[in-house]
């Protein structure tokens, strides 16, 4: 009896599964969805384009459900969304390429915050867009937004009107190509800015601007590009910021906390060997724990326990970055160690994966090809 019930408690664990919940499937068309947020169990929303292949168009959507994505229904957006936060299941903030934009029913509608923050155009090379990326909230009125051009700024009115953080000036990095790009708080109190500084290659002429895949082989070849990777950090709720940087191979992909400890993901280009590196947390130091030639990861979702979730794709080809969706892999572990492979739904292709979820017995992944996948105990 007793061993009947040790195999009855490991056994879903193994069989867990990623299964396909939605996926837009509509002729000469596809959707990137750009943004993924489940502040609860039953509550998700998605957040992306459709673009039409024949005539060229598109227009912006979102994905609602509110019975943990057994049923999504589609609403329209005004304008391109680049990423979304949930403070709650109602109140939300969503940056778009034009705007700042907040609900306060769950994604149904959206109200106009503030506009986006105009770039300095005396910067080279120079940038006409939008320097707002994401924002993060610490409660109803209080929160910060980074992006472009070193942006890190602070709102206490929701959105409504933002101002510098001295951090963001102080920090290393020419401010025409450094980029915050991720932004996270584990308490009320401690908050984690990463980004870096990225040189524009300048030693192949216009050959060295063409994507990669054009030409796989002469792109593994290239000279490494020495990049910056740049943490600004607070312990007492952004009353202080301190930052720190270092030479770095890539960029940071991904970064996610549970209390104390958090997972960093990075990723690199043709001219290194590896697609991509993940690092645990804590405290002050970096300890490298997952690195494989295939998957490159793209994102990581962490629980308290620890349980955490790695997800990838097989790049297609000798090229990390090639434009054509590959197979979908997601990891597993708890701690931080040993990682296993979870069964995917073989049909899911991308070439992003975005994860999302309240606690680890509900989460879901989304990618840039349309697919909304949930992790499920059969």
Do not use: C
């Not at 300095?120 to 707002?132: A, N, Q, R, V, Y």
């Amino acid at each position: 009896m007793r061993f009947a019930l040790l195999v009855f408690a490991v056994v879903p664990a193994f069989a867990q599964k990623w299964t396909t919940q939605y996926f837009y499937d509509q002729l000469h068309k596809q959707m990137e969805i750009t943004d993924l947020a489940f502040p609860t169990a039953q509550t998700g929303i998605a957040v992306g384009a459709i673009y039409d292949q024949v005539s060229g168009s598109e227009k912006y959507a979102s994905l609602l459900t509110n019975d943990g994505g057994a049923h999504w229904s589609q609403e329209s957006l005004k304008e391109f969304p680049r990423s979304i936060f949930f403070l709650n299941e109602k109140l939300g903030w969503m940056v778009t390429d034009k705007a700042l934009w907040a609900t306060i029913d769950s994604g149904r509608t959206w109200k106009k915050q503030s506009d986006q923050i105009k770039p300095d155009k005396k910067l080279d090379p120079p940038t006409t867009i939008g320097l707002l990326l994401r924002v993060w909230f610490v409660d109803e009125t209080h929160g910060y937004g980074v992006g472009l051009q070193k942006t890190i700024v602070e709102t206490k009115d929701a959105g409504r009107n933002w101002t510098s953080v001295g951090a963001a000036a102080k920090a290393p990095g020419n401010p025409a190509i450094t980029a915050f790009t991720r932004i996270i708080f584990s308490d009320d109190k401690r908050g984690v800015i990463l980004g870096g500084a990225q040189p524009a290659r300048t030693d192949e002429g216009w050959a060295g601007s063409l994507p990669a895949w054009m030409d796989p082989e002469k792109a593994s070849k290239r000279k490494k590009i020495s990049a910056l990777t740049i943490v600004v950090e607070t312990a007492d709720g952004g009353a202080t910021w301190g930052s720190v940087d270092a030479p770095s191979a890539g960029q940071v992909a991904s970064a996610r906390f549970a209390g104390n400890e958090g997972l960093l993901v990075m990723g690199y280009d043709e001219t290194y060997q590896w697609p991509s590196d993940v690092y645990k947390l804590a405290g002050v130091g970096l300890e490298r724990v997952y690195r494989d030639k295939s998957p490159r990861i793209n994102d990581a979702l962490l629980f308290a326990g620890p349980r955490m979730f790695l997800a990838g794709v097989e790049p297609t080809g000798k090229m990390n970055s090639a434009p054509i969706p590959g197979k979908i892999h997601i990891l597993q572990s708890s701690d931080f160690k040993t990682w296993s492979e979870m069964k995917v739904d073989y049909k899911a292709l991308a070439r992003q994966v975005i994860l999302a979820g309240p606690d680890a017995s509900h989460v879901w992944a989304a990618t840039d090809t349309g697919f909304i996948l949930h992790l499920v105990t059969p």
